[in-house]
């Protein structure tokens, strides 16, 4: 089955425990991305990748570092997570290329708390 | 600077009847692509519906489709016949830099839809 799995799923931690969000594609796609929805300001892109090592900043940036080391999996890390990075978090694959609209694929999602 | 606005933070439509969903969006960019998406209340996120910006029809799926005026740069989302199922947030998204080869996508804030039986 096609799909994006991200883990965990839910997740309570403290400020400045270092974490890191997993997020996983079997479709093959070059371009990743990781988006935090908040009441009210919809989804945010956080980071974005084209393809493997090739990766830019999204509109909300600060707190949080990525990697694309292999194609399948591009994981959100926050070295030091705050209170205000307490938000819904999802990563979304899509194929790249003029044969492609380019819909996003996205995990279930992964509900963070920084306490 | 690149926008997306929806307007409308909620609304109810009675089971069966059509509505219309805003979107307006901003950009300097010929070359782009508009998205909707519903997020019921599960939580996962299901792609609607795509409209090229250099696409002269608007785009239809089903009972979905986009009403694209790209003078205006307005993306409506209509549901023809809604159903209690479609009762969710729908978001309107932009992507990009399709011509240059970047891949930055924004979402509005979204619409909540109430369908009413």
């Known amino acids: 089955e096609a799909q994006v799995t991200q883990n965990p799923r839910y997740l309570i931690t403290v400020t400045g425990k270092k974490l890191t969000v997993t997020c996983s594609q079997n479709?093959?796609?070059?371009?990743m991305s990781w988006y935090r929805q908040d009441p009210g300001l919809g989804l945010r892109q956080i980071y974005y990748?084209?393809?493997?090592?090739?990766?830019d900043k999204g509109d909300v940036p600060e707190g949080y570092k990525v990697s694309r080391k292999e194609k399948r999996n591009f994981p959100l890390i926050l070295e030091s997570p705050s209170p205000n990075q307490t938000s819904l978090y999802f990563c979304?694959?899509?194929?790249?290329?003029?044969?492609?609209?380019?819909?996003?694929?996205f995990g279930e999602g992964s509900r963070l708390t920084v306490l | 600077a690149q926008k997306i606005t929806q307007t409308q933070p909620g609304m109810f439509v009675q089971e069966k009847e059509a509505v219309t969903l805003d979107c307006t969006y901003d950009?300097?960019?010929?070359?782009?692509?508009l998205f909707w998406y519903k997020q019921p209340s599960s939580g996962e996120m299901i792609f609607l519906i795509y409209?090229?910006?250099?696409?002269?029809q608007n785009a239809t799926e089903g009972r979905y489709s986009l009403n694209f005026q790209k003078a205006r740069k307005s993306a409506n989302l209509v549901i023809s016949a809604s159903q209690l199922g479609d009762s969710a947030m729908y978001f309107c998204?932009?992507?990009?830099?399709?011509?240059?080869?970047?891949?930055?996508?924004?979402f509005g804030a979204g619409t909540r839809l109430f369908v009413k039986a």
């Open positions: 950009t300097s960019d010929p070359s782009y692509g």
């Open positions: 409209q090229g910006s250099y696409d002269q």
């Open positions: 479709m093959n796609h070059e371009y």
């Open positions: 979304a694959s899509s194929l790249w290329g003029t044969s492609s609209t380019g819909e996003l694929f």
């Open positions: 990748s084209m393809n493997v090592e090739v990766t």
């Open positions: 998204a932009m992507r990009e830099g399709e011509g240059t080869g970047g891949f930055k996508t924004i």
